[in-house]
């Protein structure tokens, strides 16, 4: 994997994340089931690359 690809596949995860921890108020409790799984997926995904495909970066990358 392209250090490009997975540097953007962080930002991509990160600002996800974000997206949905922001409009996490809305009152509806079916929509925050399905806001809670999406994040669970996405946390859990960013997990799998960190611990597969992390240590495959450079080390000056690794640091961010």
């Given at each position: 994997m392209s250090h490009t690809?997975?540097?953007d596949l962080y930002k991509?995860?990160?600002?996800?994340?974000k997206h949905?921890?922001?409009?996490?108020?809305?009152?509806?409790p079916a929509a925050q089931l399905y806001r809670?799984?999406?994040l669970d997926a996405l946390t859990?995904?960013?997990a799998f690359l960190r611990r597969?495909?992390?240590?495959k970066l450079p080390r000056?990358?690794?640091k961010n």
């Open positions: 690809y997975l540097l991509i995860l990160a600002e996800r994340k949905i921890q922001d409009t996490a108020s809305e009152a509806s809670q799984g999406r859990d995904f960013s597969g495909y992390h240590s000056r990358l690794q």
